[in-house]
């Protein structure tokens, strides 16, 4: 490899060719503060539109101050990090940056963990001058069912614009006007909810400041909560229990399983259940609608759709109903494990305790955005009675336990209420790029070949990767299995079943690159993609050491077929536990 | 002997065109049929001559006569008397600000005099729409040469030696960015014309592509034999509908010549333009934003390397060159490295056109050799400052540049002259000020379009030039202090400093160079509160001076903020605090008893 020799502060260091003088520094310990650049590394995500110009430095010969995260080094070039001008400069620019910023930090959603903010502490201001006298640029704020634009906190990194465009490829998002009154926003000026977005959330994910925040569904929460004639059942998703531990100082892949039950107790839920269980019927559900279509089309059932994809994911849902309408019948029927919790909720358990719907309220704990969309699609719910009723994202469950005076360190473990609170490992590990097919082709495997499985961890499943494929042998049937996270990703795969191209046999599809621990409602990883992959090992780990690792093996979902629902694929099943599509496909009308 | 034959030229340009020069033409040639004379009088709507403010511009050959002002109206006398009795018009002839001296050819216009046309050579010499005129003049010869006698490294050394730098602001080297993007190997490079003229009140390239285009479309064939590209693309503001025009019926008439597209003139080499419309943004002018556009993306810049000419439109290696650039190409390969480098400065050759404007007498298109100063260029062809009033500033270089002051007059105008002075070449604007200006206003208007045409992609540039224009407002409305100078001064210097592109990287620069070259009027705003000029209105105060006042009321009756008070012939008084200084009762003082302090 080709290696460049250069000095950065007065010392010498040795990069790979195409280094960024940005990382270069690092090498040296040397820290040049960012603001607009971000990556997830072992992602391949960057965003990188040197915009902000926060990380300028000086290179000997050049006239200009050059910005260090994409400045790749050269052959003996003498940088300076630190010199009167660059800090001037440095400063300079920062002030710029906040006299075009609300000066709301008490109030703002984000104070605390704003990149603008510590980026203004990091550098030392402490006044803006000429303040009196500079106008601010403002835009109207758009609320949507998941997110809140707020552009007036946008600081034009671009992040979002990146995510939603490059990573994503939904496209909601991107620079419009010029100059002071730049801003990202949707095509024509569109509200968001009006706009191609999905909710996934990833732009909030990424946004350093308030700009993007999630909608704050606690006040209502706390209402019910309040109200005696309400019974309030939690479900909690498998990924919050490997992030949730973040937002009160634990280190990432930290599990608080039962510290975040016995939390949720504290806080007056009268139940706490975890959706893990709903994942477990997911699969009971999904393998099976998956072993019927591929014998039915083995069989030469042609109206058997092959592949079949998986359908957790309300981004994703989200997704194809804007994106390939034509091919909604290819995903699988199956709702999300967040819906199929509350149909059982507000029937069978709620029969099973004698509390009538109405009074049965059922929240949700999400690392995602888009279930505040999904769990108020008008197909899920009975008599504007909806399934779940709010859902509410890690970093409000954390805000709420802090609001309660709970600190999550000092809490001791328990238990999740039964029945709706049993889970298995492949349930947990839903929360990460991967899982719901491994899940899924753990049962599938035992119901199609009659066979116990011998190896549980399939590894060939798992990792970081945008896509990824493997074959698994079904007892001389080899099924393909495709996997992709992150919605760009999906498209490619996508593109392929339309053109009749794809080999595989099943499907997988996360919106969120690294699945759902990567969600837009989950701590922010401020690029930081070590924090993702402790949060999927933190997930594996949990799954390993689960007595029981296979859905079908659930004795609570055993019990709730034989009790309830009959068998898998059920008419019963079909009335409470399917779905279907719609063409949602966006058309502008221009008017006359 | 057959008569020579007499041609009438009228200017086509956008100028003329606006003041109905079509009609004239249409009416000249009815009249010459009229009198039977449409076989021996041939009449020529041209590219502009450079004489915008006497437009329409009339040229009858042989013998140069240019009539100036020219009205469809005179279009019988000039027949009857010019073409028919061989008597000049005297009324339309040419007379300078004094009145007093006419001149009746091109040659004796103090205007052309000093000029050095190669840029502008066929502009107002052919009819711009048909290619037999242009091929007469030259055109695509050096193209054939090119193609038949020369390699691509051989145009390329010829244009390095030529000395030749991009006209539209960079002064970069043409022949090293033909280099580089020939040495940058692909399976398809493009060639792109900039037409984005975004300077205000610079319309030189806009008026090639009017009054010469094939030099345009010769030069990027030159260019995409000598770096290997076989497209070109001409990136256009659509607020140029003449240019694009002219542009498209050239580009046709080239293809039915053979002069583009396939196997031209029979070399086996292929090379097709097509034309890509602008939507007037002035970033655009840049060239990676241009490529951004060009493809379809919002017009904003990234960041360099890589160069285009590594990685540029779609990806591919890409040449970009500015309208000017291009129109000196052919000259260069015919008349060899040697003779252009013989004309301009040591580092800076050939000639360069500038579109005068502002306080100046002749306002209008002209090109002279790089190295003549500015006080040739001001008060030798562009006539000296209108009214006889004192000279103050000269903007160079569009808002991009800086405000020359008297002390710059003497100093010969090449590429690093300007930037030494603290302006640039630009692309050629040159907006002359006189006494009546306020450099503190002209810096905050240059501002107002720089604020209002960046991208907004960087920090810097989106809200520090918002700032600068703020701090300017605030001192042109006596709010300013001492200190806001430093800071003005501190925000200037770190936007040029950290901006993304050349637009922020510039913007500053009207704002540096008049603190620089007029900080005294700077600092009358904001020490003792008073615009020297009497431009900042907040700033004034109207007075009445007793001793001429009579008493009429008539300023009393005018003032529409009754801010006037006193008695019928008694001197009258002005109140400062109800007075919104709107100038109306200056205006209707017949005694001059109201002056502003």
Redesign the interface.
């Known amino acids: 490899m080709e290696t460049i020799k250069l000095t950065i502060d007065n010392k010498t260091v040795e990069v790979p060719k195409g280094t960024t003088i940005n990382k270069a520094a690092k090498k040296l310990g040397i820290d040049i503060p960012v603001l607009c650049w971000m990556e997830l590394h072992d992602l391949g995500i960057e965003n990188k ?6 990380c ?1 430095v000086e290179i000997q010969g050049r006239r ?2 050059a ?1 260090s995260c ?3 080094c050269e052959e003996g070039m003498i940088v300076k990090t630190h010199t009167t ?1 660059v800090l ?2 440095r400063r ?2 920062m002030e ?2 906040l ?2 910023h609300p000066k709301e930090c008490l109030t703002c959603a984000k104070s605390g963990d704003c990149e603008l903010q510590s980026m203004a502490h990091q550098l030392g201001i402490k006044e803006l ?2 303040e009196e ?3 601010m640029s403002t835009y109207r704020k758009d609320t949507s069912p998941s997110i809140i634009r707020d552009l007036d906190k946008c ?2 990194c671009r992040r979002c614009e990146m995510m939603c465009n490059t990573i994503q490829t939904v496209g909601a998002l ?2 419009i ?6 801003a990202v926003a949707p095509a024509f000026e569109q509200n968001l909810e009006h706009s191609t977005c999905t909710y996934c959330g990833q732009c909030v994910a990424v946004c350093p400041t308030g700009a993007l925040t999630e909608v704050d569904h606690t006040p209502e929460i706390l209402r019910v909560l309040a109200d005696p004639t309400k019974t309030v059942i939690v479900q909690t998703a498998p990924a919050i229990r490997a992030a949730l531990g973040e937002m009160f100082g634990m280190e990432p892949g930290t599990l608080v399983t039962g510290k975040m039950v016995t939390a949720l107790r504290a806080l007056g839920f009268d139940y706490v259940f975890d959706t893990d269980f709903a994942a477990d019927l997911t699969i009971m559900e999904e393998g099976t609608e998956l072993l019927d279509r591929l014998t039915r089309h083995l069989n030469g059932d042609k109206t058997a759709r092959i592949p079949i994809l998986t359908s957790c994911c309300p981004g994703w849902v989200n997704f194809f109903e804007e994106y390939f309408p034509d091919l909604k019948d290819v995903p699988s029927t199956s709702k999300s494990p967040q819906q199929m919790f509350g149909a059982i909720a507000k029937t069978y358990f709620a029969d099973k305790i004698g509390v009538s719907r109405k009074d049965l309220v059922v929240v949700s704990v999400m690392p995602c955005l888009a279930k505040k969309y999904e769990c108020q699609r008008e197909e899920f719910s009975v008599d504007g009675n909806r399934d779940v009723d709010f859902s509410i994202s890690t970093r409000e469950l954390a805000a709420f336990i802090k609001l309660a005076n709970l600190d999550l360190n000092n809490l001791e473990d328990s238990e999740f209420d039964a029945p709706l609170g049993e889970s298995t490992g492949a349930s947990v590990i839903f929360g990460t790029t991967g899982g719901v097919i491994e899940a899924a082709v753990r049962t599938a495997y035992e119901v199609y070949t009659g066979k116990k499985l011998e190896r549980l961890d399939f590894t060939e499943l798992r990792g970081f990767e945008g896509v990824r494929s493997a074959t698994i042998d079904f007892n001389g049937l080899p099924l393909n299995i495709g996997i992709a996270h992150g919605l760009g990703n999906a498209r490619k795969l996508l593109n392929d079943v339309r053109s009749g191209k794809s080999l595989f046999h099943a499907i997988e599809v996360m919106a969120c690159p690294g699945g759902c621990i990567g969600g837009g409602g989950q701590p922010l990883h401020h690029g930081k993609s070590d924090i993702l992959k402790a949060r999927a090992a933190a997930l594996y780990k949990e799954d390993k050491e689960k007595p029981l690792r296979k859905s079908h093996e659930n004795p609570f979902i055993i019990k709730l077929y034989e009790e309830f629902l009959g068998k898998p694929n059920s008419e019963k099943a079909h009335q409470l536990l399917h779905t279907k599509y719609f063409d949602k496909k966006k058309k502008i009308i221009v008017k006359q | 002997m057959a008569r020579e034959k007499m041609q009438i030229l009228i200017c086509g340009g956008t100028s003329c065109s606006d003041k109905q020069s079509e009609i004239v033409s249409d009416n000249l040639k009815l009249e010459l049929e009229a009198n039977a004379l449409e076989n021996d009088v041939k009449v020529v709507r041209t590219g502009c001559f450079g004489l915008c403010n006497l437009g329409p511009i009339v040229k009858i050959t042989p013998g140069d006569v240019i009539y100036t002002h020219v009205s469809p109206d005179d279009v019988r006398e000039i027949v009857s008397e010019h073409i028919m009795k061989g008597q000049k018009v005297e009324r339309l002839l040419y007379k300078d600000p004094s009145g007093k001296i006419k001149s009746s050819t091109e040659k004796e216009l103090s205007v052309k005099k000093k000029q050095l046309r190669i840029v502008l050579r066929n502009c107002g010499v052919i009819d711009p729409e048909n290619i037999e005129e242009a091929i007469a003049n030259d055109a695509y010869e050096a193209l054939g040469k090119v193609l038949t006698e020369m390699k691509p490294l051989d145009v390329i050394k010829i244009i390095k030696d030529s000395g030749l730098r991009g006209r539209g602001g960079g002064g970069f080297s043409t022949g090293l960015k033909w280099e580089i993007a020939y040495k940058n190997k692909a399976d398809q490079k493009y060639v792109v014309c900039n037409a984005d003229e975004g300077d205000p009140g610079a319309f030189m390239d806009r008026s090639v592509l009017e009054g010469d285009p094939h030099s345009v479309l010769e030069a990027m064939a030159i260019c995409g034999y000598s770096i290997e590209a076989t497209k070109g693309l001409i990136y256009i503001r659509a607020e140029y509908p003449l240019a694009i025009a002219r542009l498209k019926k050239a580009l046709e008439q080239a293809k039915e010549y053979g002069l583009l597209g396939k196997n031209i003139m029979g070399s086996g080499f292929d090379f097709d333009i097509e034309i890509r419309y602008g939507a007037g943004a002035f970033v655009c002018g840049e060239e990676t934003a241009l490529i951004h556009s060009m493809e379809g993306l919002r017009g904003e810049p990234t960041v360099k390397p890589p160069f285009p000419a590594e990685s540029g439109f779609m990806g591919k290696p890409t040449n970009v060159n500015n309208v000017e650039t291009f129109a000196c190409i052919s000259p260069i390969i015919l008349k060899g490295a040697q003779w252009f480098a013989s004309i301009g400065t040591e580092k800076s050759k050939g000639t360069k056109v500038f579109a005068l404007a502002g306080k100046i007498n002749n306002v209008g298109l002209i090109e002279v050799p790089m190295g003549t100063t500015l006080r040739e260029v001001i008060f030798e062809i562009g006539g000296g400052i209108r009214n006889g009033k004192k000279f103050k500033a000269a903007q160079t270089g569009g808002p991009s540049g800086g405000c020359l002051a008297e002390k710059h007059l003497d100093t010969p105008i090449d590429f690093d002259n300007l930037t030494a002075a603290g302006s640039m070449m630009g692309s050629g604007g040159l907006i002359v000020m006189d006494e009546d200006d306020c450099m503190v206003s002209v810096a905050k208007f240059f501002l107002e379009f720089t604020v209002e045409e960046s991208c907004g992609k960087c920090a810097p540039c989106r809200i520090g030039n918002k700032r600068l224009h703020e701090l300017l407002e605030h001192i042109t409305k006596g709010k300013g202090t001492l200190a806001d100078l430093d800071r003005l001064k501190n925000m200037c210097h770190v936007i040029k400093d950290t901006s993304l592109c050349g637009l922020g990287q510039s913007s500053p620069n009207p704002v540096l160079s008049t603190l620089e070259n007029f900080r005294g009027e700077y600092e009358d705003h904001v020490t003792i509160k008073k615009c020297p000029a009497g431009k900042c209105k907040e700033l004034m105060e109207y007075f009445i001076i007793e001793a001429n006042c009579v008493g009429c009321t008539a300023c009393a009756r005018i003032c529409p903020v009754g801010a006037i008070t006193g008695e019928r012939r008694e001197p009258h008084l002005i109140n400062p605090s109800i007075c919104i200084k709107c100038g109306a009762c200056m205006e209707k003082c017949k005694f001059d008893a109201i002056i502003i302090q």
């Open positions: 539109p040197a915009g902000c110009r926060i300028v200009n101050l910005p994409v400045t790749k001008r001037n400069a300079t620019v710029f940056i006299s075009d001058p000429g006298i500079a106008a600081i034009m991107s620079a006007n010029r100059g002071f009154m730049a």
